[in-house]
């Protein structure tokens, strides 16, 4: 079966640091990733994709990448600030339509 | 991208009644949506696929007959869960998908549901 794998430890860096986040996945490579925020007690919601022909796809302080080499996913945000302390989600497509299955998620505290 | 409202936002019930949630696509004609639950610090596990028009799909191990969906038009799909239990008690979650294959997917605030 397809499985997505997030680092379950939570993070913890300064603010002005820059977070890693990492995601690996099993089996084969899925077209696409998918990334989202999700604070307690919401509902997920989009950050960012990134297709199986992209290396990197940026926006604003986020920054993600796809290594179907390593079978992995790294999801960066730069000069952190406390505002972006919340769980981060990978996804990838399962099956056919837009069924995902998600992480496990990782929480991230950006502390002062 | 679509608005997804999803209410009520929190719910407590008696063990052996049901309780009704709702998903509604403000400003998305959605023939799908699909609903998830996360259980705490777990990831979301999709329970089934609503279908505008026709039955919905479940995916295995969820109870169809506990987890009762009707998607009653292109923008309203309800969640019933009969006769709850405790070990219901979770956050259950609806989301609109995108409009294309591998496009992001709009979820709705979820709903709380704690059964005593």
């Known amino acids: 079966s397809q499985k997505i794998e997030q680092n379950s430890e939570a993070l913890n860096i300064q603010e002005g640091k820059t977070a890693t986040l990492t995601c690996n996945y099993t089996?084969?490579?899925?077209?696409?990733l998918q990334w989202y925020r999700q604070d307690p007690g919401r509902g997920p919601v989009f950050l960012l994709l990134?297709?199986?022909?992209?290396k990197e796809k940026r926006k604003e302080r986020l920054k993600v990448t796809f290594d179907t080499t390593l079978k992995q996913s790294l999801f960066h945000i730069t000069a952190s600030q406390p505002a972006d302390s919340a769980t981060y989600l990978c996804?990838?497509?399962?099956?056919?339509?837009?069924?995902?299955?998600f992480g496990t998620g990782t929480q991230l505290k950006v502390e002062l | 991208g679509a608005v997804v409202s999803q209410h009520p936002s929190r719910v407590i019930c008696k063990s052996g009644t049901s309780v009704k949630i709702e998903c509604r696509s403000l400003?998305?004609?959605?023939?799908?949506m699909f609903w998830y639950r996360q259980f705490p610090k777990q990831s979301l596990m999709l329970m089934a696929t609503?279908?505008?028009?026709?039955?919905?799909?479940?995916e295995q191990g969820v109870e169809k007959d506990k987890f009762l969906i009707n998607h009653a038009s292109l923008t309203l799909s309800t969640l019933t869960v009969t006769s709850a239990h405790p070990e219901d008690s979770s956050f259950y979650i609806c989301?609109?998908?995108?409009?294309?294959?591998?496009?992001?997917?709009?979820f709705g605030q979820g709903t709380r549901l704690t059964v005593v």
């Open positions: 989301s609109v998908p995108g409009r294309r294959v591998g496009t992001e997917a709009f």
């Open positions: 089996n084969y490579s899925p077209a696409y």
């Open positions: 990134i297709r199986e022909n992209e």
């Open positions: 996804a990838r497509l399962r099956g056919g339509g837009n069924k995902l299955t």
């Open positions: 400003d998305f004609q959605a023939t799908t």
């Open positions: 609503s279908n505008e028009g026709s039955k919905a799909t479940y």
